[in-house]
């Protein structure tokens, strides 16, 4: 469970949370209008009514130790800039915030965001998945509430088979292929220091899971967002 605090509840932000809290996470809703904060406060576990650019009302409900931030203010660029701004100087660790132009996103960057998103080409509900698999690496839709993505290989898989990991059974999951660097060889058949291919291998029960593995799954967006992280 992550606890991820989101900043602006309108159409957007309050999907999120709601989406987010549904997943399991412990969500810190904020925004300064006292109407929206009522409006959610029985779908998540704090619904607050504060100034998100004051520092020591952010810390007071615990935003500084989030695992991630999203600044969803639809309005008023200004504020989202400052918001973002003031999250970095805390030391919040994961910075999403909302930009409605190339510009702004070049802003935010500079000003502290590590992501941007864009509610106008983004579904809040791909972005709460997103935000449940921390460690992912790509994420393709496929509809009916289904994805396949690309995770690291968890601790908690390496140096076992497939056979023994049994993914279909214990998560309700399908291992479509495995990536692995592998040693890239010269023409001597000798490998060549440093440098590294991937190869892409079907699975087979068989085959055992190593460290530095890229795993291919399929599957609910549920189910994915359940598969172990270590």
Do not use: C
């Not at 412990?26 to 409006?39: F, Y």
């Not at 810390?59 to 989030?66: F, I, K, M, R, T």
């Not at 690309?150 to 998560?171: C, E, G, M, V």
């Amino acid at each position: 469970m992550q606890r991820i605090a989101v900043i602006g509840l309108g159409a957007f932000g309050s999907r999120l949370a709601q989406v987010l809290s549904r997943a399991g996470d412990e969500v810190v809703a904020i925004d300064s209008d006292a109407r929206a904060v009522a409006r959610i406060k029985d779908d998540v576990a704090v619904a607050v009514r504060l100034d998100a650019t004051d520092q020591s009302a952010l810390a007071s409900q615990g935003v500084d130790e989030v695992d991630a931030a999203i600044v969803g203010i639809g309005e008023r660029f200004e504020s989202v800039a400052l918001v973002v701004a003031t999250l970095k100087e805390m030391g919040v660790k994961r910075i999403i915030a909302r930009a409605m132009s190339e510009i702004q996103g070049k802003i935010l960057t500079k000003v502290g965001a590590d992501e941007l998103v864009s509610p106008e080409r983004e579904s809040a509900d791909r972005w709460a998945h997103r935000l449940s698999l921390p460690s992912l690496r790509q994420y393709v839709e496929l509809g009916d509430n289904h994805s396949l993505i690309y995770i690291p290989a968890p601790a908690s898989f390496w140096n076992k088979t497939l056979k023994q990991l049994d993914l279909r059974a214990k998560h309700q999951v399908n291992l479509v292929a495995v990536r692995r660097k592998m040693p890239t060889t010269g023409d001597d058949g000798k490998p060549k220091p440093g440098a590294t291919r991937d190869v892409v291998y079907v699975p087979a029960p068989e085959m055992q899971i190593f460290e530095g593995d890229i795993l291919m799954v399929v599957g609910s967006n549920e189910a994915l967002s359940d598969l172990p992280s270590d």
